[in-house]
């Protein structure tokens, strides 16, 4: 039992941490693991074998019947008669000699499913393409143009040890402990990050749950810095040190205040004596806060 809810906890994390992300034009698999992308153009065997690795992947491979229908299916919607699969000839050598048989391109494997029509594998050449009609198999000159199908690895939003993924906003933070501004910011450009930078309610919230210590503020030293800041002095220009759009400034009440002088932003993640927590304030650069936020966008790995 305890093994079981390690697994499931194990599952629910990397699920909540990472999103899958396929091209908005292709479909995913069933096991989510793999983008199918469709060509909008036709090509030789070659040079859509090319173009696969180009995007990252390789020509499809069909594993299941399941899949052969699935793909096959979806040529038809896009009115092909067929189209190239990555099935090629491939030469083998043994000790017997060379012997030709048909793998993956790119993949290195052998067939475990095919589904070749009648009097298939012919001996017409070494490519084959896929009948939109009834889904079977044939040999095909390699020389034609044909639309093809890429099967590329899908894509997950991975973040660095102890830093932690936002869904919303697809980006990675962690909280640093008792920096001026200017520090702060230097601190998090050597890690590959800015200053948190804020651009609506959902992540505002993110921030304060991230960075709160769960008791009142006594003053503002205890805030926590972000990367909004002025280089005016009458408050009337604020930006965010990653050169995102402002686009989400909530300011407390009667804030900005002090122009020329507190040219720096922050936020009480935890109540104060005026308020509850979330009050956003300016603030002078080199003051002392006891945290900041830094912010930077995710690493991408294939799921294997």
């Not at 052969?68 to 008669?81: D, Q």
């Not at 889904?135 to 991975?158: G, L």
């Not at 869904?167 to 200017?182: A, G, N, R």
Request: charged content about 20%.
């Amino acid at each position: 039992m305890i093994v079981i809810f390690f697994i499931l906890l194990i599952h629910i994390s990397i699920t909540d941490a990472w999103d899958g992300i396929c091209p908005s034009d292709a479909l995913e698999s069933t096991t989510s693991k793999v983008c199918y992308t469709f060509s909008s153009t036709t090509a030789t065997f070659s040079q859509a074998q090319f173009q696969c690795k180009e995007n990252g992947g390789n020509m499809l491979d069909i594993d299941s019947q399941f899949t052969n229908m699935l793909i096959t299916t979806n040529a038809a919607k896009h009115g092909w008669p067929d189209f190239w699969i990555g099935a090629a000839l491939t030469k083998v050598y043994n000790d017997a000699g060379v012997v030709k048989i048909w793998t993956w391109e790119g993949l290195e494997k052998l067939m475990k499913y095919d589904n070749w029509g009648f009097n298939e594998p012919s001996n017409k050449d070494a490519c084959a393409a896929v009948k939109t009609s009834d889904s079977t198999w044939f040999v095909e000159n390699c020389t034609q143009p044909k639309h093809y199908v890429c099967s590329i690895p899908v894509k997950v939003d991975v973040c660095d040890d102890q830093w932690t993924y936002f869904s919303v906003t697809k980006s990675c933070y962690k909280v640093y402990f008792h920096s001026d501004w200017i520090t702060a910011e230097n601190n998090c450009v050597a890690q590959g990050a800015h200053l948190v930078s804020v651009h609506n309610k959902q992540e505002d919230l993110f921030i304060q749950d991230l960075s709160h210590c769960g008791q009142q503020i006594g003053d503002a030293s205890k805030g926590t810095i972000i990367g909004l800041y002025t280089t005016t002095n009458d408050n009337g220009k604020w930006q965010w040190s990653d050169g995102s759009t402002t686009d989400y400034v909530p300011w407390g009440k009667y804030e900005p205040n002090y122009p020329g002088e507190e040219k720096c932003g922050s936020i009480y993640t935890d109540p104060t004596s005026d308020g509850p927590a979330g009050y956003w304030n300016n603030m002078g650069c080199g003051r002392q806060l006891r945290n900041f936020v830094c912010k930077k966008n995710p690493d991408q790995v294939n799921i294997k």
